[in-house]
């Protein structure tokens, strides 16, 4: 994978615990030749109805993010932030490429689909050209230094895996097949 693309960059101005503000903004990804691809060319398979098939896990993902839909063979609209409770209520309610029963992803399954050859986002933007450089919601949860519960977020950015101390986060979706 050698790609040097313009794609959308999140950023977050964050005071305290939480995310005041967050905006999209143009950003090149990069991919250095001298790292070895993490993710085989043949594990996704994009669908005509905007879901994206993981064969190597039995996923579906949703390739739009919260905030967007699919028309006319793309995402259309924005991708915006939610809370981690709109995230919960919104996969309850979804009803994406004729299904419905679509969840959060844990963090083993949302970490799945980084590249780490890649930075800025660290994805592979065949498949997956809406994610961002920014921070996305997971289901799991783990307590933080102080003994907290958190949540486990993936910064797309590098694929690092954060505790969250965000108010606000990226959604993608996913369901079982």
Same mark, same amino acid.
């Given at each position: 994978?050698?790609?040097?693309?313009?794609?959308?960059?999140?950023?977050?101005?964050?005071?305290?615990?939480?995310?005041?503000?967050?905006?999209?903004?143009?950003?090149?990804?990069?991919?250095?030749?001298? !790292?070895?691809?993490? /993710?085989?060319? &043949?594990? =996704?398979?994009?669908?005509?109805? +905007?879901?994206?098939?993981? #064969?190597?896990?039995?996923?579906?993902?949703?390739?739009?993010?919260?905030?967007?839909?699919?028309?006319?063979?793309?995402?259309?609209?924005?991708?915006?932030?939610?809370?981690?409770?709109?995230?919960?209520?919104?996969?309850?309610?979804?009803?994406?490429?004729?299904?419905?029963?679509?969840?959060?992803?844990?963090?083993?399954?949302?970490?799945?689909?980084?590249?780490?050859?890649? !930075?800025?986002?660290? /994805?592979?933007? &065949?498949? =997956?050209?809406?994610?961002?450089? +920014?921070?996305?919601?997971? #289901?799991?949860?783990?307590?933080?230094?102080?003994?907290?519960?958190?949540?486990?977020?993936?910064?797309?950015?590098?694929?690092?895996?954060?505790?969250?101390?965000?108010?606000?986060?990226?959604?993608?979706?996913?369901?079982?097949?």
């Amino acid at each position: 994978m050698n790609k040097y693309w313009l794609k959308r960059l999140s950023l977050s101005l964050c005071l305290g615990s939480g995310t005041l503000f967050s905006a999209l903004v143009t950003a090149e990804q990069q991919c250095l030749d001298t !790292v070895a691809a993490s /993710i085989s060319d &043949d594990r =996704f398979e994009i669908q005509q109805d +905007g879901s994206v098939y993981d #064969a190597t896990y039995g996923l579906l993902w949703f390739s739009c993010l919260y905030g967007q839909t699919w028309d006319d063979g793309e995402c259309s609209g924005t991708a915006t932030g939610l809370t981690l409770t709109e995230a919960y209520l919104y996969a309850d309610e979804a009803v994406l490429a004729g299904y419905d029963s679509w969840r959060l992803p844990n963090i083993n399954e949302l970490q799945s689909l980084v590249e780490w050859q890649c !930075v800025s986002p660290a /994805i592979d933007t &065949d498949y =997956f050209p809406e994610i961002t450089s +920014g921070y996305f919601w997971s #289901a799991s949860a783990r307590n933080n230094s102080s003994d907290q519960p958190t949540t486990l977020m993936v910064d797309f950015y590098n694929g690092r895996v954060r505790d969250t101390l965000y108010l606000n986060g990226y959604l993608i979706l996913v369901r079982d097949m």
